[in-house]
């Protein structure tokens, strides 16, 4: 969205909640620049212990997919059963497999 | 284009219960009515600083003002996920702004009451948070995915706000005989308007229909108004203070506290302009505003100053 706005650049928003797993987005901020962008997300997105690491990224950087190519890009690939483990038939009697 | 295949296809997603993302089709409608209702909404936190802020200074203990400068801090970070969550559907932040200082834009009219004691600040917390709790815990399931994800992370914030504001009636009504009629008067003040922030009655609610079956709003004003009441009577009734209501009574039948007619010309009046504090609430906004200018015009020219310096490097 290219509308003016005099309120800063907008950012998107990652948490990690914890060690050890995956940054999950929280939400956006307004900021001019990248260290006001996390200045600004660590104010507003973790003021009770809600991470342990943040990242911000210029929302004009993030390329997304288009809901109306959801249907070709996230088709089940019914027709692949053979990416799934149950597929395959297995000797009786084998163990830890 | 609004096909009627696009609206068919809408509406199986909105009756499916899955939520609407900020690039998906949506009818004009929809985008219009999420706008006007995120955007009030935000408006509604960032205005009600404002009779909260007026006691910083004047909170009775240490305690008590960490308390208020937190809890205030809350309700800019609602106002600010909330802005974020209408800027999703193609309004900028400028905009909003401007919405709310030409007065196209609105927001909730109890925050044009003033905070005349400490007690009000006690009655804020308990009816005022405690009826936009009812509000929002039902707007967690609301179709636009945005808006939902909001109200979730706003909800998991307002518990503290209610419940510091009912430890401050109750401290009041356990106190001396002038505080226990301080939080009684407190009471009396904000109690229909509380009721009020519901808004109409659903027969005469002129944005209901649509929201409802786009499940923008999941329950009626009346329903989550009745909630609301048949939780704060007991509370009432715990710490000794009497809702200023001689209509109110338990109704066993419908399991429900029937309650008397609320003042609708008063709110009438307050939604068009003329409550109590409803013009110096505005300018306090405009002028914070437009005090600001500078502190934006050097933060853009310190990001320009620098992608200069990235260039050069
Ligand atoms: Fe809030
Ligand atoms: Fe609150």
């Known amino acids: 969205m290219s509308t003016k706005d005099s309120q800063g650049q907008l950012w998107e928003v990652f948490i990690q909640a914890n060690p050890g797993i995956p940054h999950k987005h929280a939400g956006s901020v307004h900021a001019t620049d990248k260290e006001m962008a996390l200045q600004n997300a660590r104010d507003l997105y973790t003021r009770r212990s809600e991470g342990t690491s943040i990242w911000v990224v210029p929302s004009a950087a993030i390329v997304a997919s288009a809901p109306e190519d959801s249907g070709m890009l996230f088709d089940p690939s019914n027709d692949k059963p053979y990416r799934h483990p149950t597929f395959y038939v297995m000797p009786e009697g084998a163990k830890n497999i | ?313």
């Open chain 2, 1 to 313: 284009m609004e096909s009627t295949n696009n609206l068919e296809k809408f509406q199986t997603i909105i009756d499916a219960d899955t939520k609407i993302e900020p690039k998906d089709w949506m009818p004009e409608d929809y985008r219009k009515h999420l706008i006007r209702q995120i955007s009030q909404h935000a408006h509604s936190e960032v205005i009600g600083m404002q009779p909260e802020g007026n006691w910083i200074t004047r909170a009775p203990s240490l305690r008590a003002k960490l308390i208020l400068l937190a809890k205030i801090q809350d309700e800019a970070g609602h106002g600010l996920y909330l802005y974020s969550a209408c800027e999703t559907l193609g309004i900028s932040r400028e905009e909003l702004i401007d919405q709310l200082h030409t007065g196209k834009a609105k927001y909730s009219s109890i925050f044009n009451y003033a905070a005349i004691t400490w007690a009000d600040i006690g009655a804020i917390g308990w009816l005022v948070d405690g009826a936009a709790i009812v509000n929002q815990i039902s707007l967690q399931r609301t179709s636009y995915g945005p808006y939902s994800r909001a109200m979730i992370r706003i909800c998991k914030e307002e518990s503290f706000h209610q419940r510091q504001g009912y430890e401050i009636m109750g401290k009041l009504a356990l106190g001396t005989p002038e505080q226990k009629e301080m939080a009684q008067d407190a009471l009396n003040r904000w109690w229909w308007p509380s009721l009020m922030m519901f808004g109409p009655h659903d027969s005469d609610s002129p944005h209901s229909g649509k929201a409802m079956t786009w499940r923008i709003k999941r329950e009626s004003n009346d329903v989550l108004r009745q909630r609301f009441i048949d939780k704060t009577v007991q509370q009432a009734e715990v710490i000794g203070l009497k809702i200023p209501d001689d209509k109110l009574k338990w109704n066993e039948a419908k399991g429900v506290y029937e309650h008397g007619e609320i003042n609708w010309e008063e709110f009438n009046q307050v939604i068009n302009g003329n409550g109590p504090l409803n013009k110096i609430r505005l300018a306090n906004h405009i002028s914070a505003h437009e005090n600001g200018a500078w502190v934006r015009e050097a933060a853009n020219a310190y990001a320009a100053k620098q992608k200069k310096e990235v260039l050069v490097a």
